[in-house]
């Protein structure tokens, strides 16, 4: 939850206040910059830096922010975050769905993509015991059926992992995003690291010496 300090930038960004505006951008820059590169396919970010993505969100967040933030301080982040999802939905488009710039596989956001990278930390982030996962990245095989075993989770139960151990978003932003209460983010995480920890035990007694 906000602290007293950005509740009260973001009433003042929301009346126009450049000052508080340049803070709260500045505040979130990181957390921007780490949602960006959970999701950005990998041949994108050879040709595309997050940081950059991050400047135009900002810029763009920069001219306006929305009255009704005032009253809902607490949706600052999201809304900028959406501008980011927004931006980055449309880098995806235009240079994986028309394969421009020899980048030639579909990759969709709306489907729930996730780079390799990205589903190997959120898998070494749910079953880190200390006994392996960190060598799981260099074994193709386990890549393949660790995405499988993401992909059988009910999609709303895995976006909530994604938001909650990669993009480290709080329970209550995780809630507002999805539309559901603080409860049903606990019950729908707890339930997909069960699942997925059942999915993926076999690999943790594989990977042992």
């Known amino acids: 939850m906000a602290d007293s300090e950005t ?4 009433r003042q960004a929301a009346r126009g206040d450049r000052a508080a505006i340049d803070d709260l951008l500045t505040r979130h820059r990181g957390q921007l910059k780490r949602m960006v590169a959970v999701r950005m396919d990998p041949r994108l970010a050879a040709r595309l830096d997050p940081s950059d993505i991050v400047q135009e969100v900002l810029a763009e967040a920069a001219r306006s922010v929305p009255a009704d933030l005032e009253y809902d301080p607490g949706r600052f982040y999201l809304w900028l975050r959406q501008i980011a999802w927004d931006r980055l939905s449309h880098i995806h488009r235009h ?7 020899s980048v030639a596989r579909e990759a969709d956001l709306g489907a729930g993509y996730l780079p390799d990278e990205s589903v190997m930390t959120l898998a070494n982030c749910i079953m880190a015991d200390g006994t392996g996962p960190s060598r799981w990245a260099i074994r193709e095989e386990v890549r393949r059926r660790v995405r499988t075993a993401l992909a059988d989770l009910p999609a ?14 709080s ?5 507002a995003l ?11 995480q707890l339930r997909a690291i069960q699942r997925l920890e059942r999915m993926l035990g076999d690999l943790r007694k594989d990977d042992q010496p």
């Open 156 to 169: 709303a139960d895995r976006e909530v992992l994604v938001l909650r151990y990669l993009e480290q978003l």
């Open 95 to 101: 240079h994986v769905r028309t394969a421009k710039r």
């Open 171 to 175: 329970t209550r932003e995780t809630a």
């Open 178 to 188: 999805l539309g559901l209460s603080e409860s049903a983010v606990k019950s729908r």
């Open 7 to 10: 509740l009260s930038l973001v």
